[in-house]
Structures are given as structure tokens and as C-alpha cells.
């Protein structure tokens, strides 16, 4: 394999009329990696995809993909990449089959390779009772698998996905995930655009946030949220008379504490798991009944509000309650390596 | 979905398989083969050239033809030639609709995404849509012979009577291609297309004699494409009734006219076509 990166963006910009949709945005993604474009609706992040997949040509600056310039030799790029758009793009009135078929020899490949794969990437996303039946008839979740399916028949080593998963219920949406990580295990580079924050910090190596069409942050998952600020000890009471004893006690531990009496919740500034530790060893002692006791690290939907001043337009699967405590607890050990 | 062991065949990027980008013609005949299915799957798309010319064919021999005095041919002689003319003019809305619908549903881009080129996608919608109009001319010529319709010339003029239906629906392709690379919707193309067909296709002398017509709207009939096409094919097929001898320029030399409107509207739309799909495409 050669050594260029899989995919750089240099300082891309593109106009419409008066208006820039994205302002000088660069960043490199190494070979076998995962790069998610996180942002909300509107940020440029499909208009980013779209110039570095030559469907949308640059005002200015340019891109390499797979080592081909995206102005200069776009052909070279559109036989080295697949891409999933947004909306599902397969043919509705053709069968699976016909997708496939339709897609790879377009893609250029022999009709006899086309008929050798075909089967076996039915097989793999779950397509192949339906491999006859057209595509009007399946669900959204379906449509999606195919879509995938399609854009990985010439095998590229380089793979786009616009919210691959926008629309999908959750148990697609892990699914798709797990296939996902299963290209990236084989050796594909994946850049995925998502409104999910959950998506990118389950799936993305590197993280490039994107706002008004400019690059508000970059960096791994972890390295974000610790820009977001420090951790936290959340307690919940069991009792409300309990409130003001307990949050002097936090005062004890902590130089920074704010209390939420409708939650019953008492927050505390913590720089890490000693913290929690010890106002765990005072409550245990001072005999206040506790429902809840942890430590909190900030979110990326945290990082998104600390750096855009706005919420992710669409939270949804980012706090899952579940889940999120075991990642958490990893993340705990890789902030000080990731801090410098 | 669980065990995701991928077929080697389609595993990382050291064992990629051959690639050789298909030449125009190869990916334009592939995007033919996929729209050939579409109007498989989806019969009532032919409705347009099948059912609904079957339909004016019947209501124009059967309910206006008595009241329309047609001077030395059978008014259902002159009526044939004038519905096929019309059904190729219609092509231009067929591609139109097409286009939109791939451009809006985003497969249009996935092409794009392909190393192909992008003229394929233009040439393949044009031939399936000169296919979709022959069909409709095909299922005519049937109810035509049914009806008493009948080429009374040699295989060579009738031959290149179809030929002249052919390069016309051509021209009107680049027309067809030039607004659906404009409009957003199928809608927004279905009633732009609809409001600017019936007219053309109309004032012409494709269902009526122009002679009776008041004068202005008589010119503009005999100065019309459609008009002069529709001549042709009478002339080349034997049902032409006599030319009244104050008939316009383009009706006395009606072969030879068609062909010139077919290459000045094709030197006109083309440039315009390819130049609105290119800026749709730019973005």
C-alpha cells in the first residue's frame, strides 16, 4: 500500500451566489481510519462530501482521494472512492440484483466479477431473500444496507457516507455500525458526515467539527471532550429535606457546586475519580441516603454546546444512559495521554 | 447481520478487482438496459404513447374526422402521420420527466460518483426515450392499419418518413433535456412541458388542414416545425392532400424543411442543454 493519506482536503471553498457554504476547510485522513465531519444541518458537511467526491467542482482549493486530485484528475478519484449519499440513492423500480449489476458495470467491472460478488454481498447485508424483489418494496433500514452494499461492489479503499444513518431506528442504526467497523477492520478508510454525536464518538477515530461552513475544532473523540471543560461528581438525593446539609458537605470537597433542588441533584466540579471517591466516603459517613453517585465527563453533545453555543439540532441516541458509563470510563484513562 | 466476515471478493483495498471505466457507449447501453426496465416495471409509463394515441387516434378518425373536409386524401390518411409527429414531439417532455426524476431522487449524482462519463447519462436517456416515443409510433402504425391508414410509397420514402420522425425527436430531446435540467420537480416539468406541447402540436397542421384556419393563426400553423414535419411524412407515405398554392414556404418544401428545423433546434437547444446540466452539475 502506498503511503499518501486517503483523503486531505485543502483548504476547500465553495460559493453559492453570495453565499459560503464552506470557508477554507482542510484535513487529512490517514489510511484505515475513521474521519467523522460532525455539525448540525446546513454546516457544509455534505457540500464538503460533495466536492471531494467531484459531484460539486471547488470555488477554490482543492482535495486528494486515494492520492488523486479532485480538480485535476477527478476520473482517478471516482475509480478509487464509493459513496453512500444522503437520501438513499439506489434505483427504486430495479431489483437488488439490478442495483448491483447497474452499479458495477458502471463502476467498470467485468460482468463476470459482478455475477461472482453479487451473491456474497447480498449475503452479507441481509438482502438475499429479498435479492429479486424491487426496491419500492423495502424498508428504510433495507434501502440503506443496499445502498451500502452498492457503493462497496468495486471493493474502494476509500468509502463517503452522508448520514449514513439519518432516519434508521436504533437497532439498524448499531447494525450498520457494526458493518462499519467491519470495513474499517478489512482496511477501508470511512469519512462519515452525522448530526449524531453519539455516531461519531462510536465510530470516528478523528472528529472534525464544522460550523458555518468553517472547521470549529478537530482532534479525537476523547481530546474534544476534554476541551469541553473537566468532569464532574453528580449526586442525587433520595430525600429533598437532605439538600442543604449535603451540598455544605460537597462544599467541603469541591471549590465549585451548584444545586438543582427540583432533581434533587447537587453537581460538583471533580478532577477526577479521587473526587468521586471521597464525597462518596463523606455521604457514606454523614448517613444521607443517596439514589445516585457518579462521575460525569462531558458529552460531545457538551463539546458541540461549548463550541457552537448551540445544541446538536437532533440529540436523539446522543444520551442513551446505557452504554455511555463503560465509555466513560475508558475515556477516564485515555485524557491524560490524549492532553499533551 | 451479526457475523460480518466480508467475501474475499469484496475485502480491502490490496485486492481490488480489475477496473476498466466503460467506454460511452458501453455505460450509455448500461443506463439503457436500466431504463428499458423502468418502463418494464412500470407499464402504465407507456400510457402516454400507447393508450392515450390509441385514444386520439379513435377520437379524431371517429368523432371530428366526419367534420373535417381533408381535399384528396381520407381524413384518416392525414390524421396518422399528424398523431406520430405528435407523439415525437412529445419525447421532449418523456426526457424531461426522466431527468428531473433522477436528478431529484439523487441518482443522477451516484452516476456522477462513477468513473463513466457524464455524457453517458444524457446519451442513455435519450435513446430509451427515442425508444419510449418508437413504441408509442409503433402501436399507431397498427391502429392506423387498423382504421384504413396506409403507406402508399415505396419502402425507400417510407423508410425515410420514420427516419425524419426519428431525427426531429432528437432535436426535441435537447429541448426535453435543457428544462428538465432546470425544474426541480417532475410536477414543475409535467405542467410546463404539457402547457407549451399542446399549442405547438396543435396550431399545426397535424389534426386539421391549414387552409380554414383565420389568417395570423394560419401563418404561424404553416410556419410551425410540426407543421412542416407532418407534411413530410404525409408526402413520403402518399396520404398528402393537395397543397393548396398559397401554402407557406415550408409546406411547398416540406422534406427538406423538416430537416432544417431539426438542425437549427438542435443547434439552438443543445448548446443550452448541456450548458443548464453542466451548472446542475457543478454544485
Known sequence: MSTHPAIEAIDLVKRFGDNTAVDHVSFVVPQGTVLGL???????????????????????????????????DP?????????????????????????????????????????????????????????NRIVKTYS?????????????????PVLFLDEPTTGLDPRSRSELWEVLRGLVREGTTLLLTTQYLEEADQLADEIVVIDKGTVIAA??????????????????????????????????????VHVEPAARRITAQASGLEDMTRIGEVFAASGIQ??????????????????????????????????KDAGETRGEDEVTEAVR | MTTLSLPTAVAGAEERPEIRPPSLVRASGTIVWRNLIHIKRMPEMLMDVTVQSVMFVLLFAYVFGGSIAVSGSSYREFLLPGIMVQTMVFSSAIVAMGLTNDLQKGIVDRLKSLPISRASVLVGRSISSLIHSSIGVAVMGVTGLLVGWRIRTGLAEATLGFLLLLLFGFAMIWLGIWVGSMMRTVEAVQGLMFTVMFPLTFVANTFAPTENMPNVLRVVAEWNPVSALAQACRELWGNAPA?????????????????????????????????????????
Open chain 1, 290 to 323: 443517596v439514589d445516585d453517585l457518579g462521575l460525569k465527563r462531558p458529552s460531545l453533545d457538551d463539546v458541540f454546546l461549548h463550541l457552537t453555543g448551540h445544541r446538536a439540532e437532533d440529540t436523539h441516541g446522543a444520551d442513551q444512559p446505557g452504554g
Open chain 1, 140 to 156: 428504510g433500514g433495507m434501502r440503506r444496507r443496499l445502498d451500502l452494499a452498492v457503493s462497496l461492489i468495486a471493493a474502494p
Open chain 2, 243 to 283: 397543397m393548396p398554392a398559397d401554402a407557406a414556404w415550408p409546406l411547398q418544401h416540406a422534406v427538406l424543411m423538416s430537416v432544417a428545423w431539426a438542425l437549427v433546434l438542435t443547434a439552438v437547444f443543445a448548446p443550452l442543454a448541456l450548458s443548464a446540466f453542466r451548472r446542475r452539475s457543478r454544485d
Open chain 1, 38 to 72: 460532525l455539525g448540525p444541518n446546513g454546516a457544509g458537511k455534505t457540500t464538503t462530501v460533495r466536492m471531494l467526491t467531484t459531484l460539486s467542482v471547488p470555488t477554490s482549493g482543492t482535495g486528494r482521494v486515494a492520492g488523486h486530485d479532485i480538480v485535476k
Open chain 1, 219 to 256: 482532534g479525537t473523540p476523547t481530546q474534544l471532550k476534554d476541551q469541553a471543560g473537566r468532569a464532574s461528581v453528580v449526586v442525587t438525593l433520595t430525600d429533598a429535606t437532605d439538600l442543604v446539609r449535603a451540598a455544605d458537605l460537597v462544599r467541603s470537597c469541591s471549590p465549585e
Open chain 1, 75 to 131: 476520473d482517478g478519484v471516482r475509480r478509487s472512492m464509493g459513496l453512500t449519499g444522503q437520501a438513499a440513492t439506489v434505483d427504486e423500480l430495479l431489483t437488488a440484483r439490478e442495483n448491483l449489476r447497474l452499479i458495477g458495470r458502471l463502476s467498470g467491472l467485468s460482468r463476470r466479477y459482478v455475477s461472482q460478488v453479487t451473491d456474497g454481498l447480498l449475503d452479507r447485508f441481509a438482502l438475499s431473500d429479498a435479492a
